[in-house]
T-cell receptor
Framework: QQQVKQSPQSLIVQKGGISIINCAYE??????FPWYQQFPGKGPALLIA?????SEKKEGRFTISFNKSAKQFSLHIMDSQPGDSATYFC??????????????FGTGTLLAVQP | GAVVSQHPSWVICKSGTSVKIECRSL??????MFWYRQFPKQSLMLMAT?????????EQGVEKDKFLINHASLTLSTLTVTSAHPEDSSFYIC???????FGSGTRLTVV
């Protein structure tokens, strides 16, 4: 119940295309769903996050779509650029904005955007 | 914005020795910090929750006597890998703050 399943494991997209990464969870206690971007040798950086009372959130080229009934959420990267090439992790937490917000991470997606 | 500093960024140590990794919140106070471990091409796995002024909470399967955590102030948590062995070689990352800001990580190599 603590797992967050992520797919695909790797993704190749042409420059200007849309990158889509999907995640699914089982624990209904999760109420905070962030996406992180990680470059080799660096710590993960928060991209965008959503709470379950919202079905979609957009920030620039990044959009999260959230389906509470299906317990699924996805990241869409519009107009993908070579600089977006990185590993992306979805995550879930049972406490949004609280003092204790440990994260359960998905398995990661290695994105390569070809020029 | 919130900044979390981690030191050192990389360390090589001999098998059997201990290594200390520091995690500092630079512009905010953190009563709670989190320590994660990431093996190559794998995801981040939570090791423990560091609580200021009290004992850390370890995740199942993490040896508390091997991975010593001290959170003596509101801006500093340390992780000490005791009697390190090659299988402890990994990328260790801390996070803190309401937005879960991550440090830049520490690459530990035990030879």
């Amino acid at each position: 119940q603590q797992q967050v399943k992520q797919s695909p494991q790797s993704l190749i997209v042409q420059k200007g295309g849309i990158s889509i990464i999907n995640c699914a969870y089982e624990n209904t206690a999760f109420d905070y769903f962030p996406w992180y971007q990680q470059f080799p040798g660096k710590g993960p950086a928060l991209l965008i996050a959503i709470r379950p009372d919202v079905s979609e959130k957009k920030e620039g080229r990044f959009t999260i779509s959230f389906n509470k009934s299906a317990k699924q959420f996805s990241l869409h990267i519009m107009d993908s650029q070579p600089g977006d090439s990185a590993t992306y992790f979805c995550a879930a937490s049972p406490n949004y904005g609280g003092a204790t917000n440990k994260l359960i991470f998905g398995t990661g997606t290695l994105l390569a955007v070809q020029p | 914005g919130a900044v979390v500093s981690q030191h050192p960024s990389w360390v090589i140590c001999k098998s059997g020795t201990s290594v200390k990794i520091e995690c500092r919140s630079l512009d905010f106070q953190a009563t709670t910090m989190f320590w994660y471990r990431q093996f190559p091409k794998q995801s981040l796995m939570l090791m423990a929750t560091s609580n200021e002024g009290s004992k850390a909470t370890y995740e199942q399967g993490v040896e508390k006597d091997k991975f010593l955590i001290n959170h003596a102030s509101l801006t500093l948590s340390t992780l000490t890998v005791t009697s390190a062995h090659p299988e402890d070689s990994s990328f260790y990352i801390c996070s803190a703050g309401r937005s879960n800001t991550f440090g830049s990580g520490t690459r530990l190599t035990v030879v």
